[in-house]
């Protein structure tokens, strides 16, 4: 694969304390879905992955996650590959994917209260269920949430544990203009004090200063897919 | 710690919840002790000889009729990729969704064998044997089956192969359990059968949640 051989274009130069991909490649099953990405992620700065249905955006946020191996480049936070330690990669990071991770029979203040306790937050889970207008609905069951709601709640996890780093992927399926905005408000905030953010999307959303990273540049070349 | 802790709560309120598991679990274990009489005839000599075995079989059955839904739920709904996420170690988890799968299945199979043997006309001298062989052995039956759930996740059919993975491993609890029981009966004391129960235990507790945790990394990748 020749993008294994470049080295880190001057774009790509980190400095300490970045969050830096380079030359990643990944397979799911027999498929190579990118090869040769390249991405540095600054305290406080957000990346947006666009790119077609398939073209890796959901890996590509496992990949950083840790769930999913990457066939190969390199992969670290501040200098240091995230495969030394992936207990300390996994307190730094939020992801929230496709499911909302809820149980029917628990109700939206329980599944809160039980993710933020697992990360070891003792705070109280209103402000968070408040944030996202979930304030009446706490003790509902999940199984009576819309779709909307259940991303609400999905999404408000991210300010009820903090962790620096939010992997998020397609975060405004589903989500009315409000919640959208709410959602665009705890970004920004977490961002400014310091926080990084990683999003795929499908919409046109605006965040200020932030790198769009199309995952179309990084298909492989067909003769690449045979190899 | 503490989130151990939490996960145990959180998978016992969802099984009191959800209710069905534990009462699944004793109401086949209740239903099949009873077949047995209709089916060898109800000579107390003949059940006295066999109640030991009917029991243990029968538990066995009935614990493994829950372990398909140990990761089988947290896997299709999203779960079990935020919880690999979590801090706490993928190990320790496993650990934590045992402990509960075992005060939600086994606690219940061991408070119902003694009564199930008392059917079956078990010698009283058997039952501090039978007793502590479940204690033993019950939690046993909840780690290896752990394996086999994770090794089963997202397969078709992953009830049977479940229960072609994890029989197999089950005759060693099967053996001693049932060999604990005989050999305080015969006089001989239980005393070696439950040792090795235990150390099966112990064994079974320190390598289940490495092999488990690793079959699920793979799932979820």
Redesign the interface.
């Given at each position: 694969m020749p993008s294994a051989q470049t080295l880190p274009s001057p774009q790509f130069l980190s400095t300490p304390g970045d969050f830096t991909g380079h030359a990643l490649a990944c397979r799911r099953g027999e498929r190579l879905v990118f090869r040769g990405l390249d991405f540095v992620l600054p305290p406080g700065g957000a990346l947006v992955l666009i790119g077609p249905n398939g073209s890796g955006k959901s890996s590509l946020l496992r990949l950083m996650a840790g769930l999913t191996p990457r066939e190969m480049g390199a992969l670290a936070w501040n200098g240091i590959d995230i495969r030394e330690d992936p207990a300390v990669h996994r307190t730094r990071l939020h992801f929230i994917g496709h499911s909302d991770a809820l149980k029917p029979v628990l109700s939206a203040g329980e599944s809160l209260a039980f993710w933020a306790k697992m990360r070891g937050t003792s705070a109280s889970i209103e402000p968070a269920l408040t944030r996202f207008g979930l304030g009446t609905t706490a003790a509902l069951p999940c199984r009576y949430l819309s779709a909307g709601q259940r991303r609400r709640l999905a999404l408000a996890r991210l300010v009820a544990a903090p962790a620096e780093l939010w992997l998020l992927d397609e975060p405004l399926t589903s989500l009315d203009s409000e919640a959208a905005a709410q959602l665009l408000a705890a970004i920004a905030e977490h961002r400014a004090q310091g926080g990084r953010v990683v999003l795929s999307t499908h919409a046109p959303i605006e965040l200020g200063g932030a790198t769009r990273l199309s995952l179309a540049d990084f298909r492989p070349t067909p003769a690449e897919l045979l190899a | 710690m503490?989130?151990f802790l939490?996960?145990v709560a959180?998978d016992l309120?969802?099984a009191f919840?959800?209710g069905g598991d534990a009462a699944m679990v004793i109401a086949f274990f209740v239903l099949t002790v009873v077949l047995f009489p209709f089916g060898v005839g109800p000579e107390p000599e003949l059940l006295q000889r066999i109640a030991a075995g009917i029991v243990w079989v029968t538990a066995l059955l009935a614990a493994l009729l829950s372990l398909e839904r140990l990761f089988q739920a947290d896997y299709e709904?999203?779960?079990l990729?935020?919880?690999?996420?979590?801090?706490?170690?993928l190990e320790a988890q496993v650990l934590a969704k045992c402990l509960a799968h075992w005060l939600v299945t086994g606690l219940p199979l061991i408070i119902v064998a003694p009564l199930l043997a008392l059917l079956l006309h078990l010698d009283p001298a058997g039952y501090p044997a039978l007793i502590a062989g479940m204690v033993l052995g019950t939690p046993i039956l909840s780690l290896i089956g752990a394996i086999g759930a994770a090794l089963s996740l997202g397969a078709r059919r992953g009830g049977v192969l479940l229960s072609l993975l994890v029989l197999p491993l089950y005759i060693p609890v099967l053996i001693f359990g049932v060999a604990a029981i005989e050999a305080e009966i015969a006089g001989f004391g239980a005393r070696p059968d439950l040792l090795l129960l235990a150390a099966l235990l112990v064994l079974a507790a320190g390598l289940v949640p490495f092999a488990a945790a690793a079959a699920l990394r793979l799932a979820?990748?």
């Open positions: - | 503490s989130a939490t996960l959180r309120r969802l919840r959800q709904d999203g779960n990729e935020a919880l690999a996420l979590l801090p706490l170690p979820l990748e």
